[in-house]
């Protein structure tokens, strides 16, 4: 179901209401949106109602309006990602069981986590960027050695992230159905210093809080948690991880 608002409204409010709550019991999933915010709220896996995944346009009713003043602005910086965000809403409900399926989610969330890095100074990862320029034996200077390490940083951190699950999935077997991946817990499963220090470091709010990236970990989290563990690792080939 889609909640359409005007722009002036607060999306959170609206995703909150007595009528979203309605509709989510009849449809089991809404799409909340101002036009400039977009919210989907669904159900946690104990089935209670929570808010999903968001996306912003912009922060305010003025933001939005300045902003179709330059459309083709607007869409470089938001179009790829915000139909991102739109395609995993409409997939939540499907399973994933291919490894093709769950690379397109991890990738999505990829996208939308370099991003965020690029929008913001990163002081709080000297010495993340420090380590990582020491085990891969390079050094990012300049502007585009600051845009490769960003890029690097986040393929890095995602590809770690699907070697814990894979790890973690060796000790939890498809008929564990209760068991939970938690990447703040990635760290335990993965024997390379430099991601062991990337998971320490995101899982640290106080130190990457601003970046948001931890907020985008958690959805892809979620993902890894949807997987159909018996379908996926029936054709899953280890030796084709990277790709």
């Known amino acids: 179901a889609l909640e359409v608002k005007p722009v002036g409204d607060d999306v959170y409010v609206v995703a909150r209401s007595e009528q979203v709550l309605r509709y989510l019991e009849k449809y089991g999933q809404v799409l909340v949106t101002t036009y400039r915010e977009f919210v989907l709220a669904g159900y946690d896996a104990d089935g209670a109602p929570r808010l999903l995944e968001s996306y912003t346009l912009a922060a305010t009713e003025l933001g939005f309006w300045t902003m179709a003043t330059t459309p083709r602005k607007s869409a470089t910086e938001h179009g790829e990602r915000l139909a991102d965000f739109l395609r995993r809403a409409l997939l939540r409900g499907a399973p994933i069981a291919s490894p093709q399926d769950l690379a397109w989610f991890l990738a999505s969330y990829a996208r939308e986590a370099r991003s965020r890095a690029e929008e913001r100074e990163l002081p709080a990862l000297a010495t993340t960027r420090a380590a990582l320029e020491e085990s891969l034996g390079m050094t990012f200077s300049g502007e585009k050695g600051d845009h490769f390490f960003r890029s690097t940083l986040v393929q890095t951190l995602f590809y770690g992230l699907f070697a814990a699950w894979v790890f973690w999935a060796e000790h939890h077997p498809p008929s564990d159905t209760a068991a939970r991946f938690r990447w703040r ?24 809080g601003a970046l948001k990236l931890d907020e985008v970990l958690d959805w892809a989290g979620e993902a890894l948690n949807r997987v159909d563990r018996a379908s996926f690792f029936a054709t899953f080939a280890q030796q084709h991880a990277v790709q």
Do not use: T
């Open 185 to 208: 817990e990635a760290a335990q499963y993965l024997h390379i210093p430099i991601l062991q220090k990337l998971f320490y470091d995101f899982a640290n709010p106080s130190q990457l």
